[in-house]
């Protein structure tokens, strides 16, 4: 019957087919566990056809990536407006619902990917080290993206060497918070999500003790929160911990 014919599919409208399916079977396990035949079967196309828009299974894995990668960077775009305290809580908002809705797929991202599992050799013997490279590099953007956007956020274009290992280790912290979440969930999101906005607070506080530039802007993070924002509860709540006397 006409009605029955499938539309062919161009070569890019195909890619990205195969891409969407490969992300949303990555959603419920990780990439190394997640065969070629699964994604041919999903996609409604034969293996050797997959293998006509993708070389190997380690290049789709890779566009897969590249595709995680550039949506979780997007998590931290935020407009410039409101108290930082509450653009860092929306941000962190939104990467919590990209690892809750990625679990595995953003493990084996954060975790140096599938190739990371595989070895250095493919199925075919092949070196893997150039994959892995690749890997690694989108890894690093997602993490360079993020930084970038915090210092937007702080409205600083040039940061002191300080301050650049504050924003730095802040996100190295919420990629560990995160995948730590993953394996056991103990601890509700939405305290770790505050607990993160905290975290920043305190990195950049304990630093401002060695740095005169950022003590400045710890004042001016401090001067534009209102009296019940969340950087002023810290501070109240850390005044509680100090000994009578």
Known sequence: MAGSVRRRMGVEE??????????ELFAHRRPEDVSIDEIAERAGISRPLVYHYFPGKQSLYEAALRRAADELSDRFVEPPEGPLAERLLRVMGRFFD?????????????RGGPAAAVGTTGATGTDQGPAISNTRATIDDVRQAAYEQILTHLEVERPSERLSLVVRSWVSLAETTALLWLDGQAVPRTELEVQLVYDFAALAAVSAVHDA?????VRRMLEQEPPDGHFADLVAHLITLIPPG
């Open 213 to 217: 530039e950022l003590a400045a802007l």
């Open 98 to 110: 990209f690892v809750e809705d990625h679990g595995p797929g953003f493990s084996a991202l954060m």
């Open 14 to 23: 195909r890619r990205e087919q195969l891409i969407t399916v490969a992300l």
